[in-house]
């Protein structure tokens, strides 16, 4: 599935927070922070990044085609969407992907601060390392902004 325009914009923004989810073993759902992502060149794949012990946390769950959510969210109006897809790969960051995440982790934690929030408290260890890049193939795109109507389908 093409990622929609609206979903597209969203890497470049600097008001974002993150999750991925995983459904573990017994069905539970394992959910986790994340410290960025990228949109892949073929508009139909995305790369999140994560630190090593959060991503241990939806590892177990992971094998290929396996089903995968991301979630991303602004902390200043709460404009929130969800991707859902099945998991590619996973593989080691590359210092240009640590390069890119770091500078969106710490205007979280600059706006965060901003709020009155102790910004590097929250977020800091997202930058922990090593980091891993997970790589999910996009099939469903959803609105979450909490408002009436939330949950439509993305066809933009």
């Known amino acids: 599935m093409t990622i929609s325009e609206r979903i597209r914009g969203m890497p470049s923004r600097s008001d974002l927070v993150f999750w991925a989810a995983s459904v573990g073993k017994n069905m539970v759902c394992e959910l986790t922070r994340v410290s960025g992502f990228i949109i892949e060149k073929d508009n139909e794949h995305i790369t999140f990044f994560l630190p090593r012990q959060l991503f241990a946390i939806i590892e177990p769950a992971l094998k290929i085609d396996s089903k995968i959510s991301f979630l991303m969210a602004s902390?200043?109006?709460?404009?929130?969407?969800?991707?859902?897809?099945?998991?590619?790969?996973?593989?080691?960051?590359?210092?240009e992907n640590i390069d890119f995440y770091r500078l969106k982790v710490l205007k979280i934690s600059d706006i965060l601060t901003g709020m009155g929030l102790e910004g590097n408290r929250i977020f800091g260890y997202l930058l922990e390392q090593p980091s891993i890049a997970v790589t999910m193939r996009c099939e469903e795109m959803y609105e979450q902004t909490p408002k009436p109507g939330t949950g439509g389908k993305l066809t933009d």
């Open 75 to 95: 902390i200043q109006n709460f404009e929130s969407y969800q991707i859902k897809g099945v998991y590619q790969s996973h593989q080691q960051c590359t210092e």
